[in-house]
């Protein structure tokens, strides 16, 4: 049975003093900086492109999960921040290289990515050396992500010892009604980034705001006029995966209505599925449309839509019924951070894992203790309680896009089980840049 704890009046008033300076997509954010508005440079010279077309990758990512073993394919739906990969510091230690424990950690359970924030990134040799080394242990090469919309939520551009370019919030940006400049946009956040070691950026928002009174996507949002929001959510995709970095849409059914804050507090948005399609859904339509690697689903409620108080995150009515079904979205699903409130508040980590990975999700973000939630699906493939073939669709459109976007050389036709250690001195002098 999942169990389920009162929120204290008292918790909830430490807790909004405690977000005040947040705006990202989980709790262990802290960027709020004012953005130097500049214009995005077309003609920027773009980082190589590698890769392959979906069809390829399909092939390629099928023919490379033979030679996977069960523990390897589990470790492949968690997307970890790096104190689960070594919490010997604490649960924000700012972290700035690679452990010897999160190397084992990476290696040992075949991590499918990471999650870097600002207190990780601290100038562009050391967050460089950080991800190589991490690379470096990844028996399967790594998501490597990061919340980078622009405004006030960018972990690279918001340090300006990182060089990167900054921009307006997406508000500022949507106002202007420019689709070239947010393709260009995206094209230039995503050549920065890459060049440091990302491949995944969590963004656009796609949320449309219509609600005034929403704290959590505030200026985060190209608006309030859902066609608006649409065209630049899709001008973003085009651009960013056009520099193979991938895109993400989020935060699926769309929280742009929603009152509350799902870090602090548990959230249901009073949304008929009529007004989600005629508003929330268009946006995320175009963005899959336009080829979004990733859904990011929220950990809100929809209960007109739903009969439940489940967040969006652990539905199966959301994720596989609308999202796959419906919307026709065939790439990876990935949960919100399931360290916000809205989950822990409610939910073990071992239930939240396996609630939402049995909704539908595809990859489980931030989970509090990732181990639990590591084993607990682990064991429930074990029991029978998941079917293998399960873990295989998931694996499958994971894979898929580390093929196509040129993580996984396409030479690499089974995962690294060891590293000889000649292998290791010239990888570990490599990311020192020796």
Known sequence: MLRKKRNSALKIAISLLLIISLTGCSISGKDKKESTTKSPAASEKAVEKEGMDKEEAYVKASEYMRNMTLEEKVGQLFVVNLEQ??????????????????????????IGGVIMFSRNIGARKQTKNLI?????????????????????????????????TSFPSMEEVGSKQNTEYVKNMGETIGNDIKKLG??????????????????????RSFGSDPEKVASMVKAFVNGI???????????????????????????????????LRKVDFVPFEEGIKAGADFVMVSHISVSRVTETALPASMSELIMKTILREELGFEGVIITDAMDMASIT?????????????EAGADII?????????????????????????????????????????????????????EQTDIQKIENTQKADGK
């Open 241 to 275: 995966q056009s520099t193979n970095v991938s895109a993400t849409l989020k935060h699926f059914p769309g929280q742009g209505s929603s009152k509350g804050d799902t870090h602090i507090e548990s959230v249901n948005i009073d949304s008929s599925i009529a007004a």
């Open 85 to 110: 990969l070594d919490s010997s510091k604490g649960s924000y230690f700012e972290w700035k290289k690679c452990s010897k424990k999160m190397a084992e950690t990476v290696k040992k359970h075949s």
């Open 345 to 357: 508040d409610g939910y073990t980590s071992a239930e939240a894992a396996l609630g939402a990975f």
């Open 198 to 219: 990302f491949n995944v950026d969590f963004a656009p928002v796609a949320d449309v705001k219509t609600s005034d009174l929403n704290l959590e996507i505030g200026s």
């Open 132 to 164: 190589k080394k991490l690379q470096n242990n990844a028996p399967v090469p790594l998501f490597v992500t990061v919340d980078e919309e622009g405004g006030d939520v960018a972990r690279i551009a918001g340090n300006p010892d990182m060089k990167t």
């Open 365 to 417: 973000l931030m989970p509090t203790d990732f181990e639990e939630a590591y084993y607990a699906i682990l064991d429930a493939v074990n029991s029978g309680e998941i079917e293998s073939q399960r873990i295989d669709d998931s694996v499958q459109r994971i894979l898929t896009v580390k093929f196509m976007r040129g993580i996984i050389p396409a030479e690499q036709a089974i995962p690294v089980k």
